[in-house]
C-alpha cells in the first residue's frame, strides 16, 4: 500500500493529464490537477484516433466501453488513392480484421469526447482546478509549489508537467535545473525543432459517400479522411512547408486568414468518388490550421519535475506526401 500522504500535482487537463489522474486514483495515490481552459473538454475541431494498442490501456483504466458507445459501430474499410483520386489499393474489411487480431477496433471520435470520458471516470472530479495556468515553480527538498498565473499555490511530492507543447512546466524545470546544475538542460534549450509539416484539420457533417477511411496522396500533400459518429466526418489535410528545423519561439501560429489561403488551393483536389475537398470544407462545422511540430527532448525529469506527453515528445499523425 503506497503512502496516502504521498500527492502528485499536475500540470495539464488534456489526455496525457487526465489519464494518469485516473490512474492515480487507481492506484489510491493523491493528486490535484490544474487545467489552464475555463472548461475541461474544448471544443476546437479536434478528432482523435484510438488504435487497439491504447484502447488495451483505455480498457484497463475502466473507459472503454464508455468510448465506444460512443463511436457506436462503423464497419471499417481503407481506400489509398492517388492525387486524382484514383484508388491506388481498396481493404474492404480492415476494421473486423483489426479487432479479431488484436482484440480491440479502431475509433476515430471528438477528442473532446475522450476528454469528457476521461473526467466523468474520475471519483474526485473536486481535484480538477480549471483556469489554473502555471506560472511559477518552486523546488525544495521535501516537495514542490505550483503558482498560478492568478497567485493561487498547489503543493505536492511531485509535479508532472502534462501541458502540452507549449509546457510552461519544462520552462520552469529548465530554469530550475540550470540554477542547481549549471549546463544541465543546455543540448534541450538549444536544441532545433521540426516544423516541416502544417496541417489544416476539422470535423464536417457530411457522411454521404465518405463511408471508407481514405487516404490521399498528392504531390507535397495528403489528406485523411475518416467516418465518425453522428453523420461527422474527420479529417485532415497535410501539406508540407518547405521548412526544416525552428526555434522553439520560431514555432508559427497561423490565421483565420493564412488557413483560408492554404485551403483555397486545394478545394478541387478529389478525396473521393463524387467529393472534392471543397465540398468537405464547405459542411465543416469547425477547422484549425497548425503547425505540426515534432521532437523529442533528450531529458524529461529532473528532481521532482517530470514532463508526460507532447511537453517531452511531440510527434504527428501525417501522411507522408
Same mark, same amino acid.
Given at each position: 500500500?503506497?503512502?496516502?500522504? %504521498? ?33 475541461i473538454a474544448p471544443q476546437v475541431g ?25 463511436? &457506436? ?21 480492415? *476494421? ?5 487480431? $488484436? *482484440?480491440?477496433?479502431?475509433? %476515430? ?30 523546488? &525544495?527538498?521535501? *516537495? ?6 492568478? &497567485?493561487?499555490?498547489?503543493? &505536492? ?25 549549471? *549546463?544541465? %538542460? ?13 496541417c489544416v484539420f476539422g470535423i464536417s ?15 507535397? $500533400? ?13 479529417? %485532415? ?7 526544416g528545423l525552428v526555434k522553439r519561439d ?44 515534432? $521532437? ?26
Open positions: 500500500m503506497v503512502d496516502k500522504d %504521498f500527492k502528485v500535482v499536475i500540470a495539464g487537463g488534456g489526455i496525457a493529464g487526465l489519464g494518469l489522474a485516473n490512474m492515480l486514483e487507481m492506484a489510491e495515490i493523491d493528486w490535484v490537477l490544474l487545467e489552464s481552459h475555463s472548461e479536434a478528432s482523435i484516433g484510438l488504435f487497439p494498442n491504447g484502447l488495451r490501456i483505455l480498457d484497463q483504466m475502466g473507459v472503454y466501453e464508455a468510448i465506444r458507445a460512443t463511436w &457506436g459501430y462503423h464497419p471499417m474499410s481503407n481506400t489509398n488513392r492517388d492525387a486524382k483520386g484514383r484508388v491506388i489499393c481498396f481493404s474492404p474489411a480492415m *476494421g473486423d480484421h483489426l479487432e479479431k487480431r $488484436h *482484440g480491440y477496433p479502431f475509433i %476515430f471520435i471528438d477528442r473532446r469526447s475522450l476528454l469528457q470520458i476521461l473526467f466523468e471516470n474520475l471519483k474526485h472530479k473536486d481535484r480538477v482546478h480549471l483556469g489554473k495556468k502555471v506560472e511559477n515553480v518552486d523546488m &525544495g527538498e521535501h *516537495g514542490v509549489k505550483v503558482t498560478t498565473a492568478d &497567485g493561487e499555490t498547489f503543493e &505536492g511530492d511531485i509535479l508532472v508537467g502534462a501541458d502540452g507543447v507549449h509546457s510552461r512546466v519544462r520552462e520552469e524545470m529548465w530554469r530550475i535545473g540550470e540554477c542547481i546544475q549549471p *549546463g544541465v %538542460f543546455l543540448q534541450d534549450r538549444e536544441s532545433l525543432v521540426s516544423c516541416r509539416y502544417k457533417e457530411m457522411s454521404e459517400g465518405l463511408d471508407s477511411n481514405e487516404f490521399v496522396c498528392g504531390d507535397g $500533400h495528403s489528406y485523411l479522411i475518416s467516418p465518425g459518429p453522428g453523420k461527422r466526418t474527420y479529417w %485532415f489535410l497535410f501539406v508540407n512547408t518547405g521548412n520560431r514555432i508559427p501560429r497561423y490565421t483565420k486568414e493564412e488557413e483560408t489561403s492554404l485551403v483555397e488551393k486545394h478545394l478541387r483536389d478529389p478525396i473521393a468518388e463524387r467529393h472534392t475537398f471543397g465540398d468537405l470544407y464547405e459542411s465543416r462545422l469547425y477547422s484549425t490550421l497548425t503547425p505540426l511540430v515534432e $521532437h523529442v527532448f533528450k531529458r524529461w525529469h529532473f528532481g521532482r519535475i517530470m514532463l508526460l506527453g507532447d511537453s517531452a515528445h511531440k510527434v504527428t499523425a501525417r501522411k507522408d506526401p
